[in-house]
């Protein structure tokens, strides 16, 4: 089945900053890979994602670029602000006919934006 | 209210009892999704629905079990609650199938003692 892996676990960076998420997967006919973002005590919220015919999708300060053929994926932030810090988590699935399209996420990582 | 809810938001058991979680949403989705969070495994699926009456198994769905009678509710009941039962779980619910994006609940906070 799918695997997905996320580094790094842990990320600070001071504000005005970027900051790259990274995430590779193991599954070639996966085709949507979306990115949550978690807040303390709250549950994952989704801020951007992409499909496999798009190489990259951008939503303001975010981007989300995808590589088919080396099969990996990163969220970029730009000015980052402190509002950013929070878990972040790639996921993938295959989704289309005839599949649940359940998604399998990447272990998270933690984004510190310091002031 | 139009959501996703979750309950109870904290709950304390014993080993060895049976406990349930609900879950309800109002949107009718189709498919709805059970995720346990640990520390450095991310979310894992225990089991997912694709509609009233389906249900399927995820990755660790041994020890817990779902049913989906009505569309808006998704019950994951622990049969005989273990300490590696001890997690926080999020509810998920999705209206397309496949290249959909999920909209998830704000979790309950499992203790096993």
């Known amino acids: 089945g799918e695997n997905v892996e996320q580094h790094p676990s842990t990320l600070s960076v001071q504000e005005g900053d970027s900051a790259v998420i990274k995430c590779t997967y193991s599954?070639?006919?996966?085709?949507?890979f979306p990115w949550y973002k978690q807040e303390l005590g709250k549950g994952p919220q989704l801020i951007i994602d992409i499909r496999s015919n798009v190489g990259e999708k951008k939503d303001q300060r975010i981007a989300v670029t995808l590589n088919k053929t080396a099969k990996h994926f990163s969220l970029h932030i730009t000015e980052t602000q402190p509002e950013d810090s929070a878990v972040y988590f790639c996921a993938a699935s295959t989704g289309g006919s005839g599949n649940t399209g359940k998604l399998i996420f990447g272990q998270g990582t933690t984004l510190q934006v310091k002031p | 209210d139009a959501g996703i809810t979750q309950s109870p938001r904290y709950k304390i058991t014993e080993t060895g009892r049976q406990v349930t979680l609900m879950c309800h949403q109002t949107?009718?989705?189709?498919?709805m999704f059970w995720y346990r969070q640990d520390l450095g495994h991310g979310l894992r699926l225990i089991y997912y629905?694709?509609?009233?009456?389906?249900?399927d198994k995820g990755e660790v769905s041994d020890g817990y079990v779902v049913s989906r009678s009505k569309t808006e509710n998704f019950p994951l009941t622990l049969e005989s609650a273990t300490r590696s039962q001890t997690s926080v779980y999020f509810c998920?619910?999705?209206?397309?199938?496949?290249?959909?994006?999920?909209?998830f609940g704000s979790g309950t906070r499992l203790t096993v003692v």
């Open positions: 599954d070639s006919a996966s085709n949507y």
């Open positions: 998920a619910s999705s209206a397309t199938q496949g290249a959909g994006g999920y909209t």
């Open positions: 949107w009718s989705h189709s498919y």
């Open positions: 629905s694709a509609a009233a009456d389906i249900t």
